[in-house]
Nanobody
């Protein structure tokens, strides 16, 4: 099993920046990839960005491409999401995620609120 704990959310004005962190513990040696998802009120959870844990290759949703950067520190078992040029439509609960042996693991979520 893997435990995931997010931090770094908060309230920011449009155009501002935030950095989210996701600390992983447990069977971290089995992690292949990790991802950030978000869920806004009344909407489905959506994939924001994904990173391959060993080689660092990345994927971004079109809505965040060029504004968000996903990264990881393997030595700390921690994933990050640097969010720049934030927009009100980025307001959501952000979750980190990984899949091990077919089971999905989620953090508790961290709220990001962008005011206009």
């Amino acid at each position: 099993q893997v435990q995931l704990v997010e931090s770094g959310g908060g309230l920011v004005q449009a155009g501002g920046s935030l950095r989210l962190s996701c600390a992983a513990s447990g069977r971290t040696f089995s992690i292949y990839a990790m991802a950030w998802f978000r869920q806004a009120p009344g909407k489905e959870r959506e994939l924001v960005a994904r990173i391959n844990w060993s080689v660092g290759s990345t994927y971004y949703a079109d809505s965040v491409k060029g504004r968000f950067t996903i990264s990881r520190d393997n030595t700390k078992n921690t994933m990050y999401l640097q969010m720049n040029s934030l927009k009100p439509e980025d307001t959501a609960v952000y979750y980190c995620n990984t899949v091990l042996l077919g089971a999905a693991y989620w953090g508790q979520g961290t709220q990001v609120t962008v005011s206009s």
